[in-house]
């Protein structure tokens, strides 16, 4: 009974709050409709099962942006279209192999190339391992310890961060540049550990870019149970060496395209307000979290908004850009395009962190007192649904490029709870299964409610 008597009066008081402010309403309004009639789960199933992986320049990214283009229209948006632009195409091949070797031991061990990658030669190449923690660590032992041998990077995930993309950001550097710069020492491969802080078998890959005349040598990420293996033998053993073997190639650009569409403002149709995340995916699995759930939860967003007739005073777009992973391609084109149509931004927000439970927004070169006038304004607003946290930080890959051309924009990061993000992250585990459908679902409805206020009020406090 007491339980009861809390609930009504808890129930009571909300209901007293909404009628006294219509941004509580319609909020309301907003989770209301995304709760019982939501769609991005389904629209995501589809693109998972039905599609499934989508690397840049594959046939399944074209099969995507048929796909959404389409999803779009059906939804009735004022306007829907394609954007070109031209993005690598880069194939990994036959599945990779490799082994430790020590002695007469060969131990079988889980590899994925990095993407970019050169392949081995046909046979493979097998070497001298010598371990690093870091690409400074290579200028220490010169060029005399690594000419000729595979470099091994084993920086861990610094597990003191309380959000893992810190993490991810501390460590990401010897995957990303590592190869480039162990090629400078002679070294004729690199191992990384995988950019993750769960120990299992499941390997990680991800981008790698050489240097413009450059020598570039094979590199491929090794699961995180591996890499501690290896570290392992080369602590207890001289010697060890290490076979790759891996059959990539980086093909001609291929024509593709960012998928947009748009609500017209009313009041000042020239000015946008964007959401995105990128359409493309790695090729080991179906990118369900990354970004499937971000491309979903913005065409959910425009349906919300078209479902309670909701008319925005600036123009809104849900925008699905192409090439985030391995070339940034997407974000450049919108932002030249952007430029070149001389449209106004006032906010863009990137979703490209899964779709786990909202926790709420960052906001990229903001002005304190604008930061702090949201803060005061929105967080009560935003409280009763769990997705309060309002701060400053970064926002998107795809979104940064518009910061270029307008200066004024405000570029924000939707935060979701970032625990669970990188065990799956690039990996064979990024499948519609490890999705849940409520938490998809309320990031939609907070980012629609986040939007919502940006059109009613602005940005100047």
Not at 199 to 215: K, L, M, R, S, V
Not at 293 to 320: N, W
Not at 368 to 387: C, D, F, H
Request: aromatic content about 8%; proline content about 4%; overall charge neutral.
């Amino acid at each position: 009974m007491k339980f009861k008597f809390l609930l009504s009066i808890f129930i009571g008081s909300s209901l007293v709050a909404s009628a006294q402010n219509p941004d509580s309403v319609y909020l309301r309004k907003i989770f209301d409709e995304e709760l019982v009639n939501g769609q991005p789960y389904q629209n995501l199933h589809y693109l998972c099962k039905q599609i499934g992986p989508r690397l840049s320049g594959s046939a399944n990214a074209q099969k995507a942006v048929d796909w959404t283009k389409k999803l779009m229209q059906q939804y009735g948006f004022d306007r829907v279209f394609l954007q070109e632009v031209m993005v690598p195409h880069w194939v990994r091949g036959e599945k990779e192999q490799a082994k430790i070797v020590s002695g007469n031991q060969q131990i079988s061990v889980p590899v994925v190339a990095l993407g970019g990658s050169v392949a081995t030669a046909k046979n493979g190449l097998k070497a001298e391992v010598v371990e690093v923690q870091g690409i400074q660590e290579l200028k220490t032992l010169g060029e005399k310890a690594i000419k000729g041998k595979i470099v091994f990077y084993n920086r861990p995930f610094d597990p003191r961060f309380i959000e893992t993309g810190a993490a991810y950001g501390a460590a990401s550097d010897q995957r990303f540049r590592g190869p480039a710069e162990a090629a400078k020492y002679g070294a004729v491969g690199v191992i990384v550990r995988s950019m993750t802080e769960i120990i299992d078998d499941y390997p990680h890959t991800g981008a790698t870019a050489y240097e413009e005349g450059g020598n570039k040598i094979p590199a491929a990420a090794i699961s995180t149970k591996s890499a501690n293996l290896l570290s392992s033998i080369l602590k207890q053993q001289k010697g060890v060496q290490f076979y790759l073997k891996q059959n990539c190639q980086t093909l001609p650009d291929v024509l593709s395209y960012n998928v947009v569409g748009e609500i017209k403002g009313t009041e000042n149709p020239n000015e946008f307000i964007t959401v995105g995340g990128h359409l493309d995916s790695w090729d080991l699995a179906e990118g369900a979290h990354d970004d499937g759930t971000g491309v979903m939860q913005s065409v959910e967003v425009l349906r919300i908004f078209k479902a309670l007739g909701y008319r925005p005073k600036h123009s809104i777009r849900a925008v699905l850009f192409m090439n985030e992973e391995n070339g940034h391609k997407g974000g450049l084109k919108y932002a030249e395009l952007a430029q070149k149509n001389n449209e106004k931004h006032l906010a863009a927000i990137e979703t490209d962190e899964g779709g786990f439970t909202p926790r709420g927004f960052s906001f990229s070169d903001v002005q304190p007192a604008v930061l702090q006038g949201m803060i005061k304004n929105w967080k009560p607003l935003l409280e009763p649904y769990e997705v309060e946290r309002l701060t400053k930080g970064g926002a998107g890959t795809d979104i940064e490029p518009l910061k270029e051309t307008m200066p004024n924009v405000i570029l924000i990061g939707f935060r979701p709870d970032s625990q669970r993000y990188f065990d799956i992250h690039h990996t064979a585990k990024d499948v519609f299964e490890n999705v849940n459908k409520r938490e998809l679902e309320l990031g939609a409805a907070s980012i629609a409610a986040l939007i919502y206020l940006i059109d009613q009020h602005g940005l100047t406090f």
